[in-house]
């Protein structure tokens, strides 16, 4: 009878097995060193307001007549003031007042009804309004200021500087041609300690598109549509929601002085 | 005296797969990952699996510098200490660069091998064409060329324009580190 442990077969399964046990304690010790859990990114919350801004333009009292008052109908409301509107389309609200007691004003939004008329729709200069079936057209006719405030020192320090209209067109020619950004303006990310500052202009070519803009040399800009710029992120993050953005607000600091420059997109 | 040697070779190669198989890969994995963050970059929201000899990873978002840059629907890293490859398969660029290059492409596969170990090359496919890579890591020199689908001499030509033209014809693309 041939004994098992004399076996050839059996000496080189237990080596096997001993390097299979070795292997497995390297791995093991290995797996002590190594992190339990990978990386995630981490989307911080923004806490700030979404930037919106209202046309104080049209929201200051004007000298407000009713333009054009009836379809099919004889019927007018010249009694009524519209002293300010805000908004677009089937959504917004509009500043009414009576001409009897035009500093009693009444915010009224679409669908509301104001002393039996119901707010239809806003457009740039107007708001329609309907009662028993007939439309009633309430007009901005003429304002008394004419211009956005500009330099106006608030509370938070901020200057504000005219509205610019940025073209859709060259944000378009723009992004298909990035070497030319880089031969109009150069921006360095400037850091403090590991966190990003800001974003400064080191560079401008006069009368480039950039310049027309209103952006300086030296300028930091900190803020666009009211999200702080910590990283590329946030600026890209502005870059990929151009097409949906109807205005655009860049704060930047210039001699030590946050400046707001505001630019709407045609 | 080969018969001699031959148990040992056999042993040692068993026992490099058992550790190779033990290893645990999915650690390693989190371990380069933290590496690469380092750099900026970051892959999350992915889930891995240990698949004995490679490891897959599936629905991975790649970001750099916090940016979502790419996404990628799976990845095989076979770590063999002499051959070492990460094959990538299905990617979507980010529509950043939607201005600059197709988005899609479909697979990449970067290789490192004792037997080339002063280069990492890289080979892809995708809507933009073809493309090869070599890193050298002496020099830490990168060269690309690139055979481009039609759709970049009509679409992406701003593209083109960063790389040149070498005696061949072929399209190249270096970069000093």
Redesign the interface.
Known sequence: MIKISNSKLIIIFTKLLILLVIAKLISVVVWWFLPSHGMELSTKENYQPKYQRVSFMTMIEADVKVKSKQKDSGESITNMLLKGLYGKGKNGFVIVAMKATSKKTTIVEVGEKYEGYKLESISAKSAMFSKNGLDFMLSLDKIKVDGIVTKVQNKDNVSYEESSIVYRDDITYYSKNPKQIWKDISIKEIKDGKKTKGFKVTRIVNGSKFANLGLKKGDLIIKANNIRLQSYKEVLSIYNTLDKLDMIQVVVLRANEEVELVYEIN | MVKKIAPYIA?TI??LV??I????KI?????L??QL?EKGV?????V?KDKGYALKVYNA?L?Y????SAEIADIALKIYGVYNSIYLNNITLT??AK??IPLHVDNVKVIYSILNPLNIKAYGVGAFGEFYAKFNVLEQTLHVELKPAEIMSVKYK?TL?NFSENEDGELCYDKNF
């Not at chain 2, 198989?21 to 645990?24: E, L, N």
């Not at chain 2, 650690?27 to 371990?31: C, D, L, P, Q, R």
């Not at chain 2, 510098?65 to 979502?68: C, F, L, Q, Y």
């Open positions: 042993y068993f026992f058992a550790l198989y033990f290893t645990p650690n390693f994995y989190y371990f990952e933290a963050e970051l892959i999350s929201d992915e891995t978002n970001s510098s916090s940016i979502e529509t950043t201005s600059f701003n324009n």
